[in-house]
């Protein structure tokens, strides 16, 4: 199998490389005995999920994500270097094939790539080795989410993830850096329900002291509406982010701030492998989550892999390297050489990038090199 890193973006003064050519890696080799439908790394993790980033490009411009001081010139990847959606059904196809039930559509703003239902329909007819249907799921800004809903859920799109970072149009605003309204993203979540899209799940990226008196408000909101609400602690991915630990509010604080309005009791987790901590609300008004990679590392039985847009596979959200899969799509390599190629790379996987950040302070170096969230997807 050739190695390639692909086209790496051209540097210039306001842009950075997505990932350094150098960190990208051959696929290894198939390991012995292997059995399809249960593939585990060198912690034991068993591989469950897999995150496809259908396009590195997005109409915001957060500046926990894609600030614009970085990417308002910054030059996207050519359409000839993402991978078709022929190659990503293939990729997805294999995926379950050793185990993964769970595929969720990012990007960028995946609702930007062209044709997307398509690839919906085609994701959605996949199974998994004992016959059932894969849990297909989208995260979106929602942006355009109204005029596209209704294709999605008939195209086979189970549920949907929205970013709103605020209710306040002026601080939502400010937020995405690209004048965009919030009565937008609340239309395309009004649309996501009535096509059926569901349930739904909004996602709150807090930073200290930029958006955390948005956090009742938001609650407000959400409460009673059957769509439940995830405060994300604001995270250190990448490098161009600007993040600071001091921007964190951590999670304690955010589920007390609710608290000091609503009454909160703790839920049993639905599955392994769960990012958010969840609460309901005592009244019975429905639940909130917490995601809290800062404070609280859910390393120990996180079960994702990353597909990024130009068909490399990143084994952690805060990874520094990526694995070169397009090369091997594009080769005569066989589908059975290449899920023993996936196996492997899963096998030999001992990221836990999160529980060593809790333990001690990173290597400096590292973070330079981490890939952007923006071209794995959250």
């Known amino acids: 199998m050739p190695a390639s890193a692909g086209t790496i973006p051209s540097m210039s003064r306001r842009t950075v490389p997505l990932i350094d050519e150098r960190l990208t890696r051959r696929m290894p ?39 614009r001081a970085v990417f308002d010139n910054h030059r ?74 209704a294709a999605l ?34 239309d395309g979540i009004a649309a996501a329900q009535a096509a059926g899209l569901g349930p739904i799940k909004v996602n709150m990226v807090v930073k200290r002291g930029v958006n955390d008196g948005q956090i009742q408000p938001m609650a407000q909101h959400f ?61 019975g008004a429905g639940s909130v989550g917490f995601i809290s990679s800062v404070t609280e590392a859910f390393c120990g039985d996180c079960s994702r892999a990353r597909l990024s847009t130009d068909g490399r596979v990143y084994l952690c959200l805060f990874a520094s390297q990526g694995f070169d899969l397009r090369s091997l799509l594009r080769s005569p390599a066989d589908d059975g050489q290449i899920t023993a190629s996936i196996a492997a790379l899963w096998a030999q996987r001992g990221d836990r990038y999160s529980q060593l950040r809790s333990e001690a302070t990173p290597d400096p170096a590292e973070r330079q090199r981490r890939v952007e969230m923006s071209f794995i997807g959250g």
């Open 29 to 67: 080799a198939a390991p012995d005995g292997l059995r399809h439908g249960s593939v585990a790394d060198r912690f034991g993790r068993v591989l469950g999920d897999l995150r496809i980033s259908v396009t590195d490009r997005c109409n915001f411009r957060c500046s926990y994500c894609m600030p």
């Open 153 to 186: 859920k008939a195209s086979g799109l189970q549920r949907v993830t929205v970013s709103l970072d605020a209710l306040d149009d002026t601080v939502f605003r400010a937020m995405n850096d690209a004048d965009y309204p919030v009565a937008d993203v609340l």
């Open 223 to 283: 409460r009673g509406t059957g769509i439940e609400l995830r405060f994300i602690e604001y995270m250190d991915v990448g490098h161009t982010n600007g993040w600071r630990m001091d921007e964190v509010l951590p999670s304690d604080l955010v589920r007390g701030r609710i608290a000091e309005r609503w009454a909160l009791q703790p839920l049993p987790a639905e599955r392994p492998g769960e990012t958010a901590r969840r609460w309901r609300y005592a009244d």
């Open 76 to 149: 996207f990847l050519p359409h000839d270097e993402l991978l078709s959606f022929e190659e990503i059904t293939r990729t997805a196809r294999l995926f379950a094939s050793l185990g993964v039930s769970k595929l969720r559509l990012t990007g960028g703003e995946p609702l930007l790539r062209k044709n997307l239902e398509a690839l919906v329909g085609q994701l959605a007819a996949l199974r998994t080795p004992d016959g059932r249907p894969l849990d297909l799921t989208l995260t979106t800004n929602a942006s355009l989410l109204a005029r596209k809903a």
